[in-house]
Antibody, heavy 118, light 107 residues
Framework: QVQLQESGPGLVKPSQTLSLTCTVS?????????WVWIRQAPGKGLEYVGSVSHTGSASYNPSLKSRVTISLDTSKNQFSLKVNSVTAADSAVYYCASPQLEFSFDVWGQGTMVTVSS | DIQMTQSPSTLSASVGDRVTITCRAS??????LAWYQHKPGKAPKLLIY???SLGSGFPSRFSGSGSGTEFTLTISSVQPDDFASYYC?????????FGQGTKLEIK
């Protein structure tokens, strides 16, 4: 059974870089599937941030593309998210997830709240 | 990228009511249309996948239908545990997009 767990700082200063890691257990991330970041700002809906395939090919939400990097670390069975030049609008619960059932997200991490504030 | 327009944004219902939520896509979706149930403080749960397949652990009062650009989620008889937010989601072959969400509230 695949399990995901987010980790990273809960507080980031404006203009700095938000960095999160998702640790995957129960399946090798290089084996198959996409590995995805999704966020939900307070009072807002779910927003697709971006994804990375098991081969390391990344794709991003066009609204965030210039500031986001998602990558794999197969040695640690983790994938990571970096968002540059953050503002308060980047404050959100960040989820890692994997669409393993007909490109639907059947596997989720528990989510981690990140606040951008000085 | 596909744009998903979900309505209504808020839905007030009583236990036992039949409710329907609609998602309209900006372009035709072949089959990769899903619905999620989301409760505060929890990760979303996959409710419906591939338009009409029921997610694991959900009862049959939930159903999904549609084709082309219009899709619906129906709860045949709302139960107390169903009050939550619901999101549609599409996959267009390279990217995922969520609808804006519908909050199902107690009337």
């Amino acid at each position: 059974q695949v399990q995901l767990q987010e980790s990273g700082p809960g507080l980031v200063k404006p203009s700095q870089t938000l960095s999160l890691t998702c640790t995957v257990s129960g399946f090798p991330i290089s084996g198959n599937y996409y590995w995805v970041w999704i966020r939900q700002a307070p009072g807002k809906g779910l927003e697709y941030v971006g994804s990375v395939s098991h081969t390391g090919s990344a794709s991003y939400n066009p609204s965030l593309k210039s500031r986001v990097t998602i990558s794999l670390d197969t040695s640690k069975n983790q994938f990571s998210l970096k968002v540059n030049s953050v503002t308060a609008a980047d404050s959100a619960v960040y989820y890692c997830a994997s669409p393993q059932l007909e490109f639907s997200f059947d596997v989720w991490g528990q989510g981690t709240m990140v606040t951008v504030s000085s | 990228d596909i744009q998903m327009t979900q309505s209504p944004s808020t839905l007030s219902a009583s236990v036992g009511d039949r409710v329907t939520i609609t998602c309209r896509a900006s372009q035709t979706i072949t089959r990769y249309l899903a619905w999620y149930q989301h409760k505060p403080g929890k990760a979303p749960k996959l409710l419906i996948y591939k338009v009409s397949s029921l997610g694991s652990g959900f009862p049959s009062r939930f159903s999904g239908s549609g084709s082309g650009t219009e899709f619906t989620l129906t709860i045949s008889s709302v139960q107390p545990d169903d009050f939550a937010s619901y999101y549609c989601q599409a996959y267009d072959g390279s990217s995922w997009t969520f609808g804006q969400g519908t909050k199902l509230e107690i009337k």
